[in-house]
């Protein structure tokens, strides 16, 4: 019989070796520009037919073998991650039936078949979330799965629009615009916004850090908060025929107040998470501008270097003994010298150090945004998001890697061997992914002329966000900002703009509260004593009135002759 070790490294060769076939299919189909519709009819009774369809282009097979390589990767990390839990082996289904569900989304044309593994991410990720049974994984999973239900009720809708239609197939109605459609990307785009976590919704991706972190590793990097971006990319082209601003306002503000906000957090993960977010926003905004496979590029370019980053702090709290405050780390490069190597790789990848991976996609985006023509407001708010990027990974690198003030020196650090060899691959992914990428998906490069200072504008906003994160690290300035003078600023930047209060106790309490009126009046008023429970009530009754009988039967018998005496003296 199999056990989990066996379990995770044989199902992390399966996907891995899937994933890169699947790689290089998608990479031949875009060569040869060849798309496969493959439809399956697996059920035929009479006249009704069941069918099953798959849409093989480019697109579809390199993101699904990202998403396998990466799985593969994360789950053969978990093989040493997860080697002292009693439900190794449930976990690791888990993440299959994760993995396949993403997959299942991908290759779907069809909201009917797109709704299975929509709704399938969402439950999974309820199950990954609660996965350590906790009162604080209770939460969090529940304000996951309740603001993910908006973006599957919204994917129901549409469903329920295109009855009027001929097919459900949304590849047929990309091609020409009717007036109807914009009711369809109305509802597409809030099932886009739901899922990767975008103003007013994004409260839920810092609370779904509760889960262990392979699985945070991969639902940052190419599976939950990615669905909705993807979704949208494929539906990019009717998005081209309305007005995209306050789709796109939107996006640029969740950009900006995740890249605020993770300026202002101590904890490793949920920096990590709002640095996915303001990606995600800076995703949605070239996406919403009218360039949908740069925003496809950026995603798969993200997807490597921030998988590497969740796994190299999933190593660092491992090291410091479940702890996942910053304050609590400290010149951590001289005990975890390869983890720590691995973190500034995919930190600097994040922040675009010129020939990593996330330069090119998001030296591409700035360009294409600047070549537009948008307005003053979206350009600085792109370059300062740029910056805040730079800030935010600095601070990090300084207070866990050199900041020997906080050192804990009494901690078990080590570095696991199974550990180390899948940050090896993603290293090379975060180092070269971008430049294969470019070279394969833009196979025509684009020449983009602009003046001296506009070119050398996002270096100046790099150095500054650098020196603005390494002063924010310092005590003197850090207890300057962390004061009661600005203690309203900060404290409103650092809680994502009170979103997590807004979304769970302002708009739960009334709905609480209206929900407790209506059981109260409808569930526990008259009819359900009067009907309901009258038959009960009245067998509680008697049995009341036996039992006093029963035990008070000589008072009762004393009481009745006193009182036949006193009527008969009458």
Same mark, same amino acid.
């Given at each position: 019989? =199999? ?22 299919? &998608? ?35 390199? +993101? ?55 709704? &399938? ?106 669905? &909705? ?18 789709? =796109? ?64 702090? #999933? ?60 307005? =003053? ?55 070269? &992914? ?63 703009? +009170? ?24 569930? #526990? ?19 009341? +009135? ?25």
């Amino acid at each position: 019989m =199999l056990n989990s070790v066996s379990i995770y490294i044989i199902g992390s060769f399966f996907i891995g070796f899937l994933g890169l076939m699947l790689f290089c299919f &998608g990479f031949w189909f875009l060569i040869s520009d060849y798309v496969l519709f493959l439809d399956w009819e697996f059920l035929s009774f009479n006249s009704c037919t069941m069918t099953m369809t798959f849409l093989f282009d480019y697109i579809s097979l390199i +993101f699904v073998g990202c998403v396998f390589i990466i799985s593969s990767m994360v789950i053969y990390y978990s093989e040493s991650y997860m080697f002292g839990d009693v439900s190794s082996v449930r976990f690791y289904f888990l993440v299959f039936m994760f993995v396949m569900s993403m997959m299942m989304m991908v290759v779907s044309p069809n909201l009917m078949s797109i709704l299975i593994g929509w709704d &399938g991410l969402g439950l999974v990720s309820y199950c990954l979330v609660i996965y350590f049974q906790n009162f604080k994984s209770y939460l969090a999973g529940m304000l996951t799965i309740l603001t993910n239900r908006i973006g599957d009720v919204a994917i129901l809708l549409s469903i329920a629009w295109m009855l009027n239609f001929g097919s459900w197939h949304y590849i047929y109605y990309v091609g020409f615009w009717d007036y109807w459609e914009f009711y369809l990307i109305s509802l597409i785009v809030l099932a886009g916004f739901t899922k990767s976590a975008q103003i007013p919704f994004s409260s839920w991706l810092p609370a779904a850090m509760a889960a262990p972190t392979p699985v945070s590793s991969l639902v940052h990097s190419s599976t939950l908060v990615t669905a &909705g971006v993807y979704l949208l990319i494929r539906f990019s082209e009717m998005l081209n025929n309305i007005n995209c601003s306050f789709f =796109l306002m939107i996006s640029m503000m969740t950009m900006f107040m995740a890249g605020l906000g993770a300026s202002f957090e101590f904890d490793l993960k949920k920096i990590i998470a709002l640095s996915t977010l303001s990606q995600l926003g800076m995703m949605m905004s070239i996406l919403f501008i009218g360039y949908p496979i740069v925003a496809f590029f950026h995603l798969l370019t993200h997807a490597f270097f921030k998988a590497l980053l969740f796994l190299c702090a #999933g190593l660092m709290i491992h090291c410091m003994s479940s702890s996942q405050d910053i304050r609590h780390m400290g010149v951590m490069i001289n005990y975890i010298p390869f983890t720590c190597t691995c973190f500034c790789i995919s930190n600097f990848s994040l922040c675009g150090l010129p020939f990593m991976s996330g330069f090119y996609s998001k030296d591409l985006i700035l360009e294409m945004m600047s070549s537009d023509s948008y307005n =003053l407001f979206v350009f600085f708010i792109f370059f300062i998001s740029v910056g805040l990027t730079v800030s935010y990974t600095f601070r990090l690198i300084f207070y866990c890697l050199s900041f020997n003030v906080n050192v804990s020196s009494c901690q078990s650090y080590y570095e696991d061997n199974i550990m180390m060899k899948s940050m090896i691959i993603l290293s090379f992914m975060a180092v070269f &992914g971008g430049s294969l990428l470019s070279w394969l998906i833009f196979s025509v490069p684009e020449l983009i002329v602009y003046p001296l200072y506009i070119k050398l504008l996002p270096v100046f906003f790099v150095f500054l966000g650098g020196w603005l994160g390494y002063e924010l690290s310092f005590y003197n300035y850090g207890n300057l900002v962390y004061s009661m003078r600005f203690y309203l600023f900060s404290f409103f930047a650092g809680s994502m703009w +009170f979103m997590p209060f807004l979304s769970t106790y302002f708009i739960y309490n009334h709905a609480f509260n209206l929900s407790k009126c209506y059981m109260n009046i409808m569930d #526990g008023g008259w009819g359900e004593y009067i009907i309901s429970k009258s038959s009960l009530s009245y067998s509680s009754f008697m049995g009341q +009135f036996v039992f006093y009988y029963q035990y008070n039967n000589v008072k009762l018998f004393m009481l009745f002759f006193v009182l036949i005496v006193i009527f008969s003296l009458i």
